[in-house]
C-alpha cells in the first residue's frame, strides 16, 4: 500500500509540475522566457452569442487572446480575435503566423475607454510597420477599473505572404506579445510603441476555433462597430 501511495504522489507531482511550467514561464519578464515554448496550453471558450474560439489564457498578469474562425472554410476566410488585457497593459499583440516576423500581427492598446487596434508587419525584430492588406472591423471595445477589451474581425489575417492558416487538422503556431508601456499616440493606429514585456507561443489545430460559417458571418454582421 505505501509504496503504491508513494508512486502516486510522485506522478501528481511530476504532472502538476509539467503542467505548471508555461504558466509560471509566461509571468515573468524577460523577452527570450521559455514562454516561446508552443506547448503553452489553449482552451475553447464558447460565448452565448453561438461563436466559439480557441483561447489561450497564461497568467492573470498577461492578456487573454480569444481566436475564432468559419467552419468548412479554405483560407483566405475573415478571422475574428479577442484580446482582453489587465487595465496595467500599454498594448498587447496577437501573431497570426507564430513569430514577430513576416506574418499579420494584430496590436491594440487602449485608448480613453475605448481600443484602438493596429495592423502591422515586421520584416525584422523592431519596431512593426502599418500592413494595409490586413483590415479591421471592431466589434466591441471597452475599458474599465480592471482590463481593457477588443473583438476585431480581420480580413486579411489567415492567408499573407509566405503563409496561411491550416484547418485540415495541420498545426498553426500562433504568438503573442505585451508590454506594460504606453504607446506614444494611444489615438493613431499608426503611433510608436516600445518593446514587449513578454511573449509566448502555442500551437494549435483550430478545431477549437471553428464556428459553424453562417453564425459567424451573421456574428459579424450584426455586432455594433464602436
Ligand atoms: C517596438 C516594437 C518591438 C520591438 C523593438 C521588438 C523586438 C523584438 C526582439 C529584439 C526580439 C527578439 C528577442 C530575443 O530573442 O531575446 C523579439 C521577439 C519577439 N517579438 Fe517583438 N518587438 C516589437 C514588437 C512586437 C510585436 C508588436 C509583436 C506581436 C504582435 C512581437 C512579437 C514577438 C515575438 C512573438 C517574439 C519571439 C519570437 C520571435 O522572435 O519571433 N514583437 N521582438
Ligand atoms: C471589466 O472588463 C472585463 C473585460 O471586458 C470584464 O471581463 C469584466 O467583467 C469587467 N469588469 C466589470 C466590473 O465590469
Redesign the pocket.
Known sequence: MGSIYNIVVAVLLIASSWANAAPAAAGDN???SPS?DRRQTTSKYCASSGVCYLQIVTSGSNPTFRIAIPDGAAAPFDTLLQIIAPVSLG?A???WG????LNP???AWPNGNKVTVSS?W?NG????GLYSSATYKTLSSSKNATHWAVEVACTGCSRWSGGSLATSGSINTF???MSRTAVAQPASTGS?????NN???FSDDLSAAKTPSSVFSQYIKSAASS
Not at 525584430?125 to 512593426?128: A, F, H, V, Y
Not at 510608436?192 to 514587449?196: A, E, G, L
Request: proline share 3%; charged share 5%.
Open positions: 524577460s523577452v527570450s516561446l498594448w499583440g496577437f501573431s507564430g513569430g514577430m516576423t500581427l494584430t496590436v502591422r515586421s525584430r523592431t519596431l512593426p504568438a503573442w506579445a510608436s510603441f516600445s518593446i514587449h511573449v509566448g507561443m
